[in-house]
């Protein structure tokens, strides 16, 4: 069986099961952050990628908030990853995303730079992160293009006073370009490969050390 999101995640949103799914993976995202901030370790947010039928879903606000009030996870602690292509219905998608942000959730939009992009909507969605895509990350540090169009997107993202993060960070001559460039935040292989809830306290206790030993 694969185990590729681009191969399940279309059977899942054909079929249905992605509600069920869904709403299992909000839940057990903000389950094992809330137990992860009561081990004391640093409150950080827990991000969900959306699918486009859950984005549409008139009834995700009222599972979020189910679900933030059964775990007791403070909603500034969740963020969900939508993508361009899911805001194409401006209007559905700017009542949607007020709603979140109305709630107090952190909002991203992911992989941007690929698919359906009007700048004159992306100030007016609330959102505060932007998520450059991995392609044009990928070998920034030999790549002109790629390297050029990064640039372009931390200018934009920095003048809308947004975060910008760069996804598919996986050798450190592509994360020296992103520290020139000023990117906000970096994301990828080079920091950690996906690993299991267990292994996070871990990653954790390392990243705290590297902190104290820098200060």
């Known amino acids: 069986m694969s185990e590729s999101p681009l191969e399940f995640i279309p059977i899942a949103e054909e079929t249905g099961l992605i509600y069920p799914i869904g709403k ?6 903000c389950s094992q952050n809330k137990s992860w901030q009561e081990l004391g370790f640093p409150k950080v947010s827990m991000a969900v990628n959306l699918s486009s039928k859950q984005f549409y879903d008139q009834s995700l606000k009222d599972q979020i908030n189910s679900i933030l009030q059964e775990t007791g996870l403070e909603p500034q602690y969740l963020e969900l990853e939508i993508t361009e292509s899911m805001t194409m219905d401006v209007q559905v998608a700017l009542t949607t995303l007020n709603s979140f942000r ?16 009007s700048l004159s909507y992306l100030k007016e969605f609330p959102i505060h992160h932007l ?3 991995q392609s044009f990350v990928k070998d920034i540090s030999v790549n ?3 390297a050029a169009i990064v640039n372009t997107i931390i200018a934009l993202a920095r003048n809308l006073k947004l975060v910008v993060i760069a996804e598919g960070v996986e050798n450190d001559d592509d994360l020296k370009i992103l520290q020139e460039f ?11 490969r996906p690993v299991e809830a267990s292994e996070v306290p871990e990653i954790f206790d ?3 050390c590297n902190r104290i030993a820098n200060t």
């Open 102 to 117: 109305n709630m107090g959730l952190k909002i991203a939009m992911d992989d941007f730079g690929t698919g359906y992009s």
């Open 144 to 146: 002109p293009t790629n």
């Open 182 to 192: 000023d990117c906000d935040t970096v994301q990828g292989y080079l920091f950690s």
């Open 206 to 208: 390392r990243f705290s």
């Open 131 to 133: 998520k450059i895509d």
């Open 24 to 29: 299992w993976v909000l839940r057990e995202a």
